[in-house]
């Protein structure tokens, strides 16, 4: 039977993340340790990893933090088969996450797995439908056959709760020390280039959403665009943009559907925040200085010498 730890980056915990906590630890599959990379030893209240046997707390600085290095670290750490990356704003559906996600090991060719990610109590209607449109009910596999057909979407596979076959994230040489985000697509490009395939498990569920103004969405669609351009090796040559376009046609429709047509506003503004932005993002290396630490949601990694 594979061996499972898992990884959670924190800073300034709250609820949420004593929820999730609670969860993992009334999980039916047995999880050997609860890794926390935590940002700055200040804000973590000390209790928690008290009260949490299997939990071990290791600190980094603000500075220190990057979205690949601190990851990576983590999975270092661990000596698991298997090594669930999670955030600190994900909770688990019901005891049968880590279960769901581990059987999707159970094939030798599949080198990650990602679980499904469901609306938070109090999410817009946009985003519950966002959520439906990036997760859907449906489990499949992606492997190195499918980027002509699905582009972009073959490498999707996402940090809020995702396993990584340990020997072969070695293998692959882990996630990029330095990035300003998208650690997990950068690494799933490789992953499906060297052969190795994507599990989406359906049933592997996770309660996760935020409600992003079109100025957010402005900022992450920046920075992912930024880190797309930096890693051509991962991304050149795959299509993305058409999937933005399918989600606002089939978004608006719902909206629409659903007696809600004033939501059809929200949907345009979002998303031509999130298309100027990704937009600039490519352009990055053409942007003065100024305008880029305007644009991005990631001021430190830019602050570093030499950026």
């Known amino acids: 039977m594979l061996t499972a730890d898992i990884l959670i980056p ?12 609670k969860r993992l630890d009334a999980q039916c599959c047995p999880i050997r340790r609860v890794i926390v990379m935590n940002t700055e030893k200040a804000f973590f209240p000390k209790e928690i990893a008290e009260q949490y046997g299997r939990v071990e707390v290791h600190h980094v600085t603000k500075s220190e933090f990057d979205h690949g290095g601190t990851r990576d670290r983590g999975i270092r750490l661990s000596d698991a088969d298997v090594v669930v990356c999670m955030t600190q704003d994900a909770v688990p559906k019901d005891r049968h996450l880590i279960e769901n996600l581990m059987k999707a090991f159970e094939d030798p060719e599949v080198w990650a797995a990602y679980a499904r990610q469901l609306p938070a109590e109090g999410c817009s209607e946009v985003e519950a439908y966002t959520r439906s449109f990036n997760y859907p009910p449906e489990s499949r596999r992606k492997g190195k056959e499918d980027l002509p057909a699905m582009g972009i979407k073959a490498f999707f596979c996402s940090n809020v709760c995702a396993a990584w076959r340990r020997d072969r994230y070695l293998e692959l040489g882990g996630f990029e020390k330095r990035t300003i985000f ?14 190795g395939r994507i599990a989406y498990c359906a049933d592997a569920r996770v309660i996760h959403s935020h409600n992003y103004s079109a100025m957010q969405q402005f900022h992450r669609y920046f920075d992912l665009a930024v880190s797309q351009t930096m890693h051509p090796e991962a991304f050149a040559g795959v299509r993305s943009e058409s999937e933005g376009v399918r989600l606002v046609k089939k978004c608006a429709g719902h909206c629409i559907r659903v007696g809600k047509p004033w939501l059809v506003f929200s949907v345009v503004t979002q998303n031509a925040g999130k298309f100027l932005g990704y937009r600039l993002g490519k352009r990055y290396k053409k942007l003065p200085r100024k305008l880029i630490l305007k644009c991005t949601m990631n001021r430190s990694f830019w602050q570093e010498e030499g950026r």
């Open 182 to 195: 998208n650690e997990d697509m950068i690494l799933a490009g490789k992953l499906l280039q060297a052969g």
């Open 10 to 21: 924190a800073y300034r915990p709250d609820e949420r993340f004593e929820k999730l906590l």
